[in-house]
T-cell receptor
Framework: DAGITQSPRHKVTETGTPVTLRCHQT?????MYWYRQDPGHGLRLIHY???????DKGEVSDGYSVSRSKTEDFLLTLESATSSQTSVYFC??????????????FGPGTRLTVT | QKEVEQNSGPLSVPEGAIASLNCTYS??????FFWYRQYSGKSPELIMF????GDKEDGRFTAQLNKASQYVSLLIRDSQPSDSATYLC??????????FGAGTRLFVKA
């Protein structure tokens, strides 16, 4: 995994509690992304960042917030977890590359269960 | 809504055969396309990307792009049981944001 770690790797939490997932990269890539992956839906973009303190919403951002205070760290927060947020969460990074292709590289994922 | 569509499968091929995975996209502005392989319980792994019409080959893998038909494909030659995985097609909409298809499950029978 191209220098990307996620923590925790597994978490079980109760409905209504706040949860923060961390993504850390050592590649100095400008762009970072949070996705969730659910059966039948593929990867859906939650939020992304195009620089320190620069973030924007993806297609499924309701109930999630993000922060990026350093190039290497991108945090995803569930303010008040709900059972519908039970999912596998992937962080990804990208940069322009030689051909401006912005191919993304993924972290190992976090499996979150909200009971 | 910009979309990337894939047949969910499963696609089953015998060992040694050519596996053909297909993908269509709705946004004519899409510039780059990617194929990822994802084993069960693992994260997606980039196999190839393509941004020019035509074919791009890398080992046993060939990506094909036809922008006029809005069609992307991945051919896997000499398929092996270790190729059994879900293959995700993705399109970059003129920049760093990428739309993923739901994936096609491939089974290679020994």
């Amino acid at each position: 995994d191209a220098g990307i770690t996620q923590s925790p790797r597994h978490k079980v939490t109760e409905t209504g509690t706040p949860v923060t997932l961390r993504c850390h990269q050592t590649e100095n890539h400008r762009y970072m992304y949070w996705y969730r992956q659910d059966p039948g839906h593929g990867l859906r973009l939650i939020h992304y960042s195009y620089g320190v303190k620069d973030t924007d919403k993806g297609e499924v951002s309701d109930g999630y917030s993000v922060s990026r205070s350093k190039t290497e760290d991108f945090l995803l927060t569930l303010e008040s977890a709900t059972s519908s947020q039970t999912s596998v969460y992937f962080c990804a990074i990208s940069d322009a590359g030689d051909s401006s292709s912005y191919e993304q590289y993924f972290g190992p994922g976090t499996r979150l269960t909200v009971t | 809504q910009k979309e990337v569509e894939q047949n969910s499968g499963p696609l089953s091929v015998p060992e040694g055969a050519i596996a053909s995975l297909n993908c269509t996209y709705s946004d004519r502005g899409s510039q780059s396309f990617f194929w990822y392989r994802q084993y069960s319980g693992k994260s997606p792994e980039l196999i190839m990307f393509i941004y020019s019409n035509g074919d791009k080959e890398d080992g046993r893998f060939t990506a094909q792009l036809n922008k006029a038909s809005q069609y992307v494909s991945l051919l896997i030659r000499d398929s092996q049981p270790s190729d059994s995985a879900t293959y995700l097609c993705a399109g970059a909409l003129g920049g760093f944001k990428t739309i993923f298809g739901a994936g096609t499950r491939l089974f290679v029978k020994a």
